[in-house]
């Protein structure tokens, strides 16, 4: 019963995700330097030449059948399936190579952030500096061995990760502390077996002990 409620209260969060990627500034230069090559003018329905395009393109029947975009949504989002490892359909975009995590980790918070074209806050500062703790998720995702988990931290504070399996065993322990603004941590599960894990963060500091949120991961090996 305990281990129940344990993976109930685990899967049952909310990604709230904080307007900071700008489209123009770190999402173009991207594709431009590593798809335009093979996508500036929508080949293989995928058009990689401007904010419009990408959003328009849209994957055929018997593909994955869907925009390639899809906004707060970049775990089914094909696009990132396409640049992620073992992709459901084809073979892992660019050819020739792969985009850095620094990359996908910016085009997926892109996403889940609405894949707007202009960055929704007033200014910089507000960008920088959060006003509550916001989970942005883990990428790669699935992942093998190691993910980078996200998260946007309004203060300076002690925090604890602990990942669990899906019996509900603790499998792994992570505390640092957070930065204001975007923090990462990444997790690897060498030692593990594929399956699905689940994992929780917390502040541990005094009176901003709070939780910051929980997620759900994939390992395949």
Same mark, same amino acid.
């Given at each position: 019963?305990?281990?129940?409620?344990?993976?109930?209260?685990?899967?049952?969060?909310?990604?709230?995700?904080?307007?900071?990627?700008? %489209?123009?500034?770190?999402?173009? *230069?991207?594709?431009?330097?590593?798809? &335009?090559?093979?996508?500036?003018?929508?080949?293989?329905?995928?058009?990689?030449?401007? %904010?419009?395009?990408?959003?328009?393109?849209?994957? *055929?029947?018997?593909? %994955?059948?869907?925009?390639?975009?899809?906004?707060?949504?970049?775990?089914?989002?094909?696009?990132?399936?396409?640049?992620?490892? &073992?992709?459901?359909?084809?073979?892992?975009?660019?050819?020739?190579?792969?985009? /850095?995590?620094?990359?996908?980790?910016?085009?997926?918070?892109?996403?889940?952030?609405?894949?707007?074209?202009?960055?929704?806050?007033?200014?910089?500062?507000?960008?920088?500096?959060?006003?509550?703790?916001?989970?942005?998720? &883990?990428?790669?995702?699935?992942?093998?061995?190691?993910?980078?988990?996200?998260?946007?931290?309004?203060?300076? /504070?002690? %925090?604890?990760?602990?990942?669990?399996?899906?019996?509900?065993?603790?499998?792994?322990?992570?505390?640092?502390?957070?930065?204001?603004?975007?923090?990462?941590?990444?997790? &690897?599960?060498?030692?593990?077996?594929?399956?699905?894990?689940?994992?929780?963060?917390?502040? /541990?500091?005094?009176?901003?002990?709070?939780?910051?949120?929980?997620?759900?991961?994939?390992?395949?090996?």
């Amino acid at each position: 019963m305990k281990k129940t409620l344990l993976l109930m209260g685990l899967i049952a969060f909310s990604v709230s995700a904080y307007a900071q990627i700008d %489209y123009s500034d770190e999402i173009q *230069p991207i594709l431009t330097s590593n798809c &335009n090559s093979c996508h500036s003018a929508g080949e293989n329905n995928f058009n990689s030449s401007s %904010y419009s395009a990408v959003i328009a393109s849209t994957s *055929p029947s018997g593909n %994955y059948d869907k925009k390639h975009v899809i906004p707060n949504d970049a775990d089914g989002s094909p696009l990132v399936d396409k640049i992620e490892a &073992n992709p459901q359909v084809g073979s892992r975009m660019p050819l020739g190579g792969q985009l /850095t995590s620094e990359q996908v980790g910016k085009i997926r918070q892109w996403i889940n952030e609405g894949a707007t074209e202009e960055v929704a806050v007033s200014n910089e500062d507000e960008a920088l500096s959060p006003k509550e703790f916001k989970l942005l998720g &883990n990428y790669p995702n699935p992942f093998n061995p190691s993910t980078v988990i996200q998260f946007q931290s309004p203060i300076s /504070t002690n %925090y604890r990760i602990t990942v669990y399996n899906a019996n509900g065993q603790l499998v792994s322990t992570i505390d640092a502390r957070s930065s204001i603004g975007l923090n990462e941590n990444s997790i &690897n599960l060498t030692n593990q077996t594929s399956g699905v894990y689940f994992y929780r963060i917390r502040s /541990t500091s005094g009176i901003a002990n709070s939780l910051i949120g929980t997620g759900k991961m994939t390992l395949i090996k």
